[in-house]
């Protein structure tokens, strides 16, 4: 089985962002290393769950390429893209695929289940905690689909609905990330709440909401 910290090391070797995304500067009020360490508490393995069944998308209990490929279906038909936008969507989508699944070759049957995906999670945290803010820009720039260095309503919407995630949570969400309520996510909140909703095992923490409810 492919481990979390393996799949990240491959993915984000030396903070180096694949795919056309170029590499930004994100200032943080309150960064992976300001965070005590993870326990691995209830709340915690909650928001893990929740964030695998969003990503697990046809529900079948497992994470497979059939999920990617839906996820680049569903945020290309949402968006309306044209062929060469779901196409660079697709390429991203399915080189993370490869790497979670190990190597191409396996890629179309490899299946992770929810708890070895927990498990993976917290047992990759000392590399988590150091490449985690290159993960979450590189998800900011696959959200940003305008490329105009924002997330709009409705690309965040999208977000939610290549998930499966009900639309009705992305207006609540968009209002936490929104921190200037200006109507746009900057490329700062959306990391601060996503290294949030990692790291953080406060109960009472606004970003626990970062991919809806938590089951």
Known sequence: MAGVARI???????????????????NLKRTPQDYPALTGSEHWRRKIRTLFR???????GYITKKDYEMHV?????????NENQAK???????????????????????????????????????????RIVDIASCDFDTVDIGGDGFISPQEHKAYFYGFGVPLKHSTDVFKV??????????REDF?????????????????????????
């Open 177 to 186: 990330l929104d921190t200037d309520d200006d109507g746009k996510i900057s």
């Open 54 to 60: 969003a990503r697990d998308i046809d529900g079948d």
């Open 88 to 130: 660079d969507l697709k390429k991203w989508k399915m080189f993370t695929w490869e790497l979670l699944s190990g190597t191409t070759e396996a890629s179309a049957d490899f299946r992770l289940s929810e708890h070895d995906y927990v498990s993976n999670m917290l047992a990759a945290y000392p590399t988590i905690l150091e």
């Open 73 to 81: 279906h569903r945020v290309s038909s949402y968006m309306n893209l």
């Open 8 to 26: 990240l090391s491959k993915c984000f070797p030396n903070g180096i962002i694949y795919r056309s995304f170029t590499q930004k500067a994100v």
């Open 191 to 215: 990391v601060q709440g996503f290294v949030d909703f990692i790291l953080s095992e406060d109960e009472n923490s606004p970003h626990a909401c970062f991919f809806g409810p938590l089951v």
